[in-house]
Nanobody, 122 residues
Framework: VQFVESGGGLVQPGGSLRLSCAAS??????????MKWYRQAPGKERELVAA????????KYADSVKGRFTISRDNGKNTVYLQMNSLKPEDTAVYYC??????????????WGQGTQVTVSS
């Protein structure tokens, strides 16, 4: 399975970005998997940012991004999104997507993609 993250960039504090993650692979059925967004800042461990159930009905967020970030998915396009609003400098990190158990933050099922860099700075 391959994940291709995109949409990152340099944005000023208070700005917005929309990240996308396209998933593909032989025999991979995107619609049966819960999807997650993680991020890793320099010198820090990778942390869960948001997760969404396979059918898209349930979502959850890290406390640090609640009310600012929204995860969504399009099963017809094998893509998961992360809308990020009111960005803060502490959101600066490389953002990754993966599959995994929705109920266990550290659960991931596949190898990581290259990620997309988000830098929030004035």
């Amino acid at each position: 399975v391959q994940f291709v993250e995109s949409g990152g960039g340099l944005v000023q504090p208070g700005g917005s970005l929309r990240l996308s993650c396209a998933a593909s692979g032989s025999g991979f059925t995107f619609s049966v998997y819960d999807m997650k967004w993680y991020r890793q800042a320099p010198g820090k461990e990778r942390e869960l940012v948001a997760a969404i159930r396979s059918a898209g009905g349930n979502t959850k967020y890290a406390d640090s991004v609640k009310g600012r970030f929204t995860i969504s998915r399009d099963n017809g396009k094998n893509t998961v999104y992360l809308q990020m609003n009111s960005l803060k400098p502490e959101d600066t990190a490389v953002y990754y997507c993966n599959t995994g158990n929705y109920y266990y933050d550290k659960s991931v099922f596949h190898s990581w993609g290259q990620g997309t860099q988000v830098t929030v700075s004035s």
